[in-house]
């Protein structure tokens, strides 16, 4: 099994000299994100026969080394300077590269693939004018990154003061507030249907405070997937616990009694959920609701094969505690990561192609492992009665499962926490 790795990267402000330039840490990061997913962006429009590396270089009609290469260098538990630190020379990278863009249709002409690869060019020529001098400044850099790179002492903190500014000032305008918001989601393989998998989330907004205005407390996960609109048929969903809505479900024994719910429908006709202002009092509201789905393709089965699970910080909040649970047999063959992206409702795909989102370092992905013994989380003294309540709904065994969690304080207001899961090559 895969483990869930800690991703670091280095302050964004630090500067080391050295080769023909000046490089900035921060600089070095963003190229390699751009550049990672300019380039997933263009393969996933190759059309070829299978997944890998051989299927992408027949198709190509360039060595497959240098394919290996390329595609290694992608994989999502690199970071930007790592992606860069992989990759082939130049020559050859852009020699793929133009062999996917005149394969996926796309054309070479004002391709931002090829403008990403130039900004790579560019680095190198800055680094001293060759790969391997920005390969050692990348090592030496990480290597020291306490005393140069920048790790400098109150770093951390002061990104935490930063987004509880955010948070804050969201606050006050908007006139509400959530202690934490918390989501739990499971995902398995169909025993009917094993090129398809099922699931199910439960989310809750904990201590929710609303000083002026109703708040809209429905909120669902979004399963980011390749062209997912287009993925309806064959797809079910239905609200777990007593509904409220065509796809949430209340969990009333995890939720304040009584709730103050009311129904409020707008002009265009849709009916939504809503919290009332000045209800709750002190200690604020608790909503749980949760929906069961099934019938989305087993990502192991499709051409870019990863599974991603967002959870979307719509609210103010103090604290964010996002669980993913897979079936050990997906969590042995997947390889997982996280990252925090501004969200936009036609965010689809892979989320690491959408490299212009990206909002800061991304947070830590713990492993809970087996089980969910470690489900207990001080965000919330309910936590982990929340997860068992999932896997009671779903009437599936969560010793099955493996766990991962996101726990962040003051989450980046507007902001999709992504967590992605490859499922790597066949080859």
């Given at each position: 099994m895969a483990n869930a790795g800690v991703r670091t990267n280095a302050g964004a402000a630090v500067q080391i000299h050295g080769g023909s330039g000046d490089l900035d840490w921060s600089r070095v990061v963003s190229v390699g994100d751009r550049l990672r997913g300019e380039l997933l962006g263009v393969f996933e429009q190759v059309p070829r026969e299978g997944a890998g590396v051989s299927a992408l270089a027949r198709t190509l009609g360039v060595d497959r080394s240098l394919c290996h290469r390329v595609l290694a260098a992608l994989r999502p538990e690199h970071s930007g300077e790592e992606v860069l630190r992989r990759m082939p020379g130049v020559d050859g990278l852009e020699q793929v590269?133009?062999?996917?863009?005149?394969?996926?249709?796309?054309?070479e002409a004002s391709s931002p693939a090829l403008a990403a690869v130039e900004e790579f060019r560019r680095l190198i020529w800055d680094a001293g004018g060759s790969h391997a001098k920005l390969s050692r400044w990348v090592q030496d850099a990480s290597s020291r990154s306490v005393s140069v790179v920048g790790e400098e002492p109150g770093k951390t903190n002061e990104d935490a003061r930063s987004r509880r500014s955010i948070m804050e000032g969201a606050s006050r305008i908007l006139g509400y507030s959530v202690d934490a918001v918390t989501m739990v989601a499971?995902?398995?393989?169909?025993?009917?249907?094993?090129?398809?998998?099922?699931?199910?989330?439960?989310?809750?907004?904990?201590?929710?405070?609303?000083?002026?205005?109703?708040?809209?407390?429905?909120?669902?996960?979004?399963?980011?997937?390749?062209?997912?609109?287009?993925?309806?048929?064959?797809?079910?969903?239905?609200?777990?616990?007593?509904?409220?809505?065509?796809?949430?479900?209340?969990?009333?024994?995890?939720?304040?009694?009584?709730?103050?719910?009311?129904?409020?429908?707008?002009?265009?006709?849709?009916?939504?959920?809503?919290?009332?202002?000045?209800?709750?009092?002190?200690?604020?509201?608790?909503?749980?609701?949760?929906?069961?789905?099934?019938?989305?393709?087993?990502?192991?089965?499709?051409q870019e094969r990863f599974w991603a699970q967002s959870c979307s910080v719509q609210r103010p909040a103090r604290r964010l505690v996002f669980d993913v649970y897979m079936h050990r047999s997906m969590a042995m063959v997947s390889l997982p990561s996280i990252t925090p992206m501004l969200w936009r409702p036609n965010l689809r795909g892979n989320p690491l192609k959408h490299w212009d989102r990206r909002v800061g370092s991304p947070p830590t992905l713990e492993l809970l492992g087996k089980g969910i013994a470690n489900a207990a989380s001080p965000a919330w003294e309910r936590h982990a009665e929340m997860t068992r309540e999932l896997f009671t709904q779903l009437a599936w065994n969560p010793d099955d499962f493996v766990g991962y969690r996101c726990d962040v304080d003051y989450p980046v207001w507007s902001a999709a926490y992504i967590m992605v899961f490859e499922f790597g090559n066949e080859d």
């Open positions: 590269v133009r062999a996917a863009l005149r394969m996926s249709g796309r054309g499971a995902t398995r393989p169909m025993p009917s249907r094993p090129d398809c998998v099922e699931g199910g989330t439960i989310s809750a907004l904990a201590g929710l405070r609303s000083r002026a205005a109703r708040v809209v407390v429905v909120s669902r996960a979004v399963q980011l997937r390749p062209g997912a609109q287009d993925m309806t048929t064959g797809v079910s969903s239905r609200p777990l616990g007593e509904r409220i809505d065509e796809g949430e479900g209340l969990i009333r024994s995890l939720s304040t009694q009584p709730l103050p719910l009311a129904a409020c429908e707008d002009e265009d006709g849709t009916l939504r959920q809503v919290v009332e202002a000045n209800t709750g009092g002190a200690a604020g509201v608790d909503v749980v609701t949760a929906r069961q789905w099934s019938g989305m393709p087993h990502p192991a089965h499709d």
